[in-house]
C-alpha cells in the first residue's frame, strides 16, 4: 500500500464525517476531535491510528513504519460506522427531542399554575 492510498483513506474517512455528523475543520485530526463523543471510543481511536498513518505516509523514512493491515482494519472500522448513520434521522430524533423537552416543561407549567389558582381557592 502506498502513501496516496493511505491518504485517500483518511480524505473518505474525513468526508464521510463531514457528511454524516455535520463536523467541520482541516484535516482527518481536527475532524477528529470536533466530533469527540459523537463517536465510540473504538471508532474514535480508529480514526485517530488512521490520521497518525496518513501524517506517517508523507514522509518516505516513516512509510516502513506503518502497518498496512492497522491501517486498512482502522478504515474499515471507520468506514462501517459512518456510513451507518443517517444525517436526516438524526436531525429529527434532535428536534423530536428538543420539542418534547419543551413541551414537558410547559405541561409542568401548567400543572403549578393550576394547582397554585386551586390551593389559593379560584377553583
Not at 482541516?26 to 480514526?47: E, H, N, S, T
Not at 490520521?51 to 516502513?64: D, M
Request: glycine share 10%.
Amino acid at each position: 500500500m502506498s502513501a496516496v492510498t493511505i491518504q485517500q483513506m483518511a480524505d473518505r474517512v474525513a468526508q464521510l464525517l463531514e457528511e454524516r455528523l455535520g463536523v467541520g475543520g482541516k484535516g482527518l485530526a481536527a475532524k477528529l476531535k470536533r466530533a469527540g463523543r459523537l463517536l465510540p471510543r473504538k471508532v474514535r481511536d480508529a480514526g485517530k491510528l488512521l490520521a497518525t498513518s496518513a501524517q506517517k505516509a508523507q514522509n518516505p523514512k516513516l512509510l516502513g513504519q506503518i502497518d498496512m493491515s492497522d491501517v486498512t482494519e482502522a478504515y474499515d472500522i471507520c468506514l462501517k460506522h459512518l456510513v451507518a448513520i443517517d444525517p436526516v434521522s438524526r436531525r429529527r430524533d434532535l428536534f423530536a427531542g428538543m420539542i418534547g423537552s419543551v413541551g414537558f416543561g410547559v405541561l409542568v407549567l401548567a400543572v403549578a399554575i393550576f394547582g397554585f389558582l386551586a390551593w389559593r381557592g379560584y377553583f
